[in-house]
């Protein structure tokens, strides 16, 4: 699994800017599947008939991921950038980007007053290499993706844009090891999901799934003096039953709970205070549907170096095919 999680996380997809992520996935799983498909958005459809009178599932792990854009840029070939999604300035000082044609470029922010107060986005900027406007390898509207290499230690595994695209891992590998379903099953890997879940709203509103289940990360109560929460790195994955934008279907989660104790597959409870997924678009697209999240507990999101246990991971695939394979009573 080290190598396909690899290959996704390494690979460029802010939102938006989705394609070369999208034909690595569907590359991976059209083998698998009876039909696949793009839809106007750019997410990624793959579909999979039951062989029985199960639900129509929609499941969506998303495959954009945070990163920059190019506002302007200055007479001395400076850019200037707004953030795609949740970046914030913490974490970008000396960090790299790299844009879809290649270039990489270096974030460095404007002279500090202080070293305890850090600028805003729009105090900092990218260098790369340009001397000029005009012999500026990018233009105004480019995106750019974070430039960091994946890296497999012990128990964990460390990469940037584990968010979702570890979740996208779950999901291939799930989607590899069910043979039959009496679900009717279509694996979306959405678009624009960092910028406001909006692939999977219209996907949803398309499908009308019985079931939205969302498959991405969430926080880790874990480090020290962090955020608040009954989720930590180890002991299994997290099923949600709350966070700032869905309280997800009871029924669904009970089933979930349910098809992780038969297995003894271990699971924690997840309450997110901030916060939300591509369920909280399927829940409330269309007619709605009974939706819920399985969640992969995850150290440091949004920053370049996301942390996950493997075990976790694993134990997300055996939940996720457990759940999807059998029959689905809320
Ligand atoms: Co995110
Ligand atoms: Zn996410």
């Keep these: 699994m080290d190598e396909l999680i690899k290959n996704l996380v390494e690979t460029y997809g802010p939102s938006g800017f989705e394609w070369k992520i999208r034909a690595l996935i569907r590359d991976e799983i ?21 062989d029985g009178d199960g639900l129509k599932v929609m499941v969506a792990a ?51 007053e202080s070293w305890a107060k850090l600028h805003p986005l729009n105090k900092h900027y990218i260098d790369v290499g340009a001397t000029s406007r005009e012999d500026c390898p990018v233009e105004v509207g480019a995106a750019a993706a974070f430039l960091r290499p994946f890296v497999s ?47 999977a709203l219209t996907a949803a509103n398309a499908l009308q799934p019985d079931v939205g289940l969302a498959v991405d990360v969430t926080l880790s109560g874990d480090m020290p003096e962090t955020n608040t929460i009954a989720v930590v790195l180890g002991s ?51 007619a709605g549907s009974a939706a819920g999240c399985l969640s992969i507990p995850t150290r440091y999101v949004h920053s370049q170096s996301e942390v996950v246990d493997v075990s976790d991971v694993k134990n997300s695939v055996r939940l996720l095919s457990d759940l999807l394979s059998k029959p689905i009573n809320l």
């Design 62 to 112: 998303h495959m954009d991921e945070i990163g920059l854009m190019v506002s302007h840029i200055t007479e001395k070939g400076f850019l200037r950038f707004t953030n795609i999604g949740g970046v914030r300035p913490q974490s970008l000082m000396g960090s790299r980007v790299q844009f879809s044609n290649g270039t990489t470029g270096v974030i460095y922010s404007e002279k500090l």
């Design 30 to 50: 059209e083998p698998y599947v009876e039909d696949i498909k793009v839809d106007a958005m750019g997410n990624l459809i793959a579909h999979r008939p039951g």
């Design 153 to 199: 230690q012990g128990n964990r595994w460390i990469a940037k844009s584990m968010d979702d695209r570890i979740g996208c891992a779950v999901v291939i590998e799930a989607l590899k090891e069910i043979e039959h379903s009496i679900n009717e099953i279509y694996f979306v890997f959405s678009v624009q999901e960092e910028v406001g879940t909006r692939g």
């Design 236 to 286: 299994g994955p997290a099923i949600k039953v709350k966070d700032s934008g869905m309280i997800a279907h009871t029924g669904l989660v009970n089933q979930m709970k349910l098809r992780a104790e038969e297995a003894k597959i271990p699971y924690q409870l997840e309450v997110l205070e901030g916060g939300s997924t591509d369920a909280r678009s399927m829940q409330i697209a269309g």
